[in-house]
């Protein structure tokens, strides 16, 4: 069955870095475009940024120019850099299997167990 694991969150200072790592079994990863969310706490799920198969990226407004999105076919991964974090950027983010299409990204049911970011001041 299709599987969706994340990883490479902690604890980080502000103005650090981290690389979050989404690795998909189970299924064609290539074909597939992958979007990562986040949940911030008490708040609603919200797009981070996506990636579609052929390797065009779209981001959130607070992800661009610090955030880079990337995917390795070969080894059915995608990664997500996260420079310059801030601690608003402290969540829970979640990787998900899907499809992006003129900069929209459509998600699927298939969903990562999340990975915990903490960004202290």
């Known amino acids: 069955q299709v599987q969706v694991v994340e990883s490479g969150g902690g604890l980080v200072q502000a103005g650090g870095s981290l690389r979050l790592v989404c690795t998909v079994s189970?299924?064609?990863?290539?074909?597939?475009?992958i979007g990562w969310y986040r949940q911030l706490p008490g708040k609603q799920r919200e797009l981070v940024a996506a990636?579609?198969?052929?390797?065009?990226?779209t981001y959130a407004d607070f992800a661009k120019g610090r955030f880079t999105l990337s995917r390795d076919n070969a080894k059915n991964m995608a990664y997500l850099q996260m420079n310059s974090l801030e601690p608003e950027d402290t969540a829970v983010y979640y990787c998900?299997?899907?499809?992006?299409?003129?900069?929209?990204?459509?998600?699927?049911?298939?969903w990562g167990q999340g990975t915990q970011v903490t960004v202290s001041s």
């Open positions: 998900n299997l899907g499809s992006l299409y003129a900069r929209t990204y459509y998600e699927s049911d298939y």
């Open positions: 990636i579609g198969s052929g390797g065009g990226t």
């Open positions: 189970g299924t064609s990863f290539r074909v597939n475009g």
